[in-house]
Structures are given as structure tokens and as C-alpha cells.
């Protein structure tokens, strides 16, 4: 009897240590809104020198700060933060999600979309929709690096090894205005915020996780958590000149509720930290 139940105890430990979801795990959807707390600057127009008549066909701008509709803030990284050799557990909707591709295309001489993540079991396709050749270079820290020719019209799919703790850039060695972001994870639990600034990620853990929170233009972005009239807030912290912005200063931690966890609204960034770069 005794050994019956250590083996049962042990292959539960295995079940979770592997990411997986235990019996009674509840669950619970995070979502907001990043806002720009200022005034943008305008866009800066790129300098597009190259295969002009397929990429100067009109102006492009610099993706490097992109603010929408009421001041919403795009392109801000959300993503749980993973000690070494931890786990979290996988809700069984992610089942489907693995066997999808996530898609960067070359569109217009520039990278659709500019953000975004991908999960390790997932395949990254570098596809090229215009009629020049691209290339699409990715130099991740400590995994294979890529930097593949793509014909008019081609594809390639590439995977991913290992989990990044930033983004990776992508660029297009042929056309050097071209940039767009990557961030391979571990697990699912990350969001890139839209065009309006809002972002979701479904099917949390309960409990407590730790974020980040990560912009291309300002970097690190110094995340706080409160609990305001009984429900749970998320700010980012106002930078000043002397403010050393750190990768454990913007890291908050976020205890997920059932159901859905609407963190905010508005959740200002302020100017502050897109001036001067």
C-alpha cells in the first residue's frame, strides 16, 4: 500500500514539474489598457533607399513608438517571468494554440507584425508577401541563430529552442529600415498590447505570477500592483532623470483572481520614458 501511493505521489509531482494541469487548477483571464500619459511625438519617416518602386510606393514611419486612438500605447510587452526550472501549469485550450503558426510576414518592405510572442512549441513563419527577396535575421542569446533568404512570395518556417528573457529583434540585412520583435516563451502566459493599447492573457494560473513589463523604445517599464476599492490595479511607476529603470524594478507581481482580472483602463506610461532617445 505504501508503495502504491509513493508511486502516485511521485507521478503527480511529474505531471505538474512537466507544466501540466492538475485536478482542480482554476483558472482566471488577465486584460488592460497601456496609455501614453503625454503627448506623442510625431513619427519619424524612415529613409527608404532601396527597391524604391515596390518600397517607396508611399511614406513609412518608425514602429519604434506607435500611439493610437486615445493616446493608447501599442507594442508593450506583458509576459509571466519563469524563475529557473520552474513551472507553470498549461490550461488544456493551449493544446490547440501549440499546433498553430505564428505568422511574420514581409509586407510592404516592412514586418507584419511589428511584435509579438511565440510560444516554444510553436512554429514562426518567416513569410515574404512582396515581390523582392527579404531576409529575416534573428540572433537569439544562447539559441541557433537565423538569418534566411526569402524569395518573392516564399516561406520558411523556423523554431525556436529556447525561452528569451527580452524580446529578440528581427531585421532584413537588405533593407535596413526594416526591424520587428520577437519574444520565444516557455509557456503561453504573454500579450503584446494592440493599436488601442489594450492587451489579454487568458487562462492564467490562480495565484500569484510574477510580470514584466518591456517597451522597445524605453526599454524596462517600472510596473506596481494595488488593490483599489477590492480590485486589483495595475500602474506603471512615473520615470524621473535620476530613476535607474532595472530589469527587477519593472517586474510586478500580480495575484490572479477566477474569472477575469481587468487590471485597468488606463494604465498610464509616462512620457518620460520616450524622451531623449
Known amino acids: 500500500m505504501l508503495r502504491h501511493c509513493t508511486l ?13 494541469t492538475a485536478r482542480g487548477q482554476k483558472w482566471g483571464d488577465l486584460k488592460g489598457r497601456f496609455v501614453l500619459d503625454g503627448t506623442a511625438p510625431p513619427p519619424v519617416e524612415l529613409d527608404v533607399n532601396k527597391d524604391q518602386e515596390v518600397c517607396g510606393k508611399e511614406k513609412m514611419f518608425s514602429e519604434e513608438l506607435v500611439v ?20 507553470i501549469a498549461i490550461h488544456p485550450d493551449y493544446e490547440a494554440v501549440a499546433k498553430e503558426e505564428r505568422v511574420l510576414d514581409n509586407v510592404n518592405c516592412h514586418f507584419v507584425p511589428h ?20 531576409n529575416s ?3 537569439p542569446l544562447g539559441d541557433t541563430p537565423t538569418n534566411p533568404l526569402i524569395p518573392a512570395g516564399g516561406q520558411v518556417p523556423w523554431q525556436f529552442k529556447k525561452s528569451q528573457g527580452l524580446p529578440q529583434t528581427v531585421t532584413c ?7 520587428a520583435w520577437v519574444l520565444p516563451l516557455d509557456h503561453p502566459y504573454a500579450a503584446v498590447s494592440g493599436p ?7 487562462n492564467v494560473p ?10 522597445e523604445r524605453s526599454g524596462y517599464l517600472m510596473g506596481a500592483a494595488q488593490q483599489k476599492d477590492g480590485k486589483l490595479v495595475l500602474s506603471v511607476k512615473p520615470k ?7 530589469k527587477k524594478s519593472s517586474q510586478v507581481k500580480l495575484k490572479i483572481a477566477e474569472g477575469v482580472n481587468d487590471v485597468g483602463q488606463e494604465i498610464k506610461v509616462s512620457l518620460s520614458y520616450f524622451e531623449g532617445r
Open 115 to 134: 511584435a509579438q510572442t511565440v510560444w516554444l512549441r510553436q512554429t514562426l513563419l518567416l513569410k515574404n508577401s512582396d515581390p523582392v527577396a527579404h
Open 8 to 20: 502516485i505521489c511521485l507521478a503527480t509531482v511529474l505531471l505538474l514539474s512537466a507544466g501540466g
Open 173 to 179: 540585412s537588405i533593407h535596413g529600415w526594416m526591424k
Open 206 to 215: 490562480v495565484g500569484e505570477h510574477t510580470f514584466q513589463l518591456w517597451h
Open 240 to 246: 524621473t532623470a535620476a530613476t535607474k529603470v532595472t
Open 137 to 139: 535575421k534573428i540572433d
Open 196 to 202: 488601442d493599447g489594450s492587451f489579454e492573457i487568458k
Open 68 to 87: 493610437g486612438d486615445g493616446n493608447g500605447l501599442a507594442n508593450v510587452f506583458i509576459y509571466v517571468v519563469l524563475e529557473r526550472n520552474q513551472k
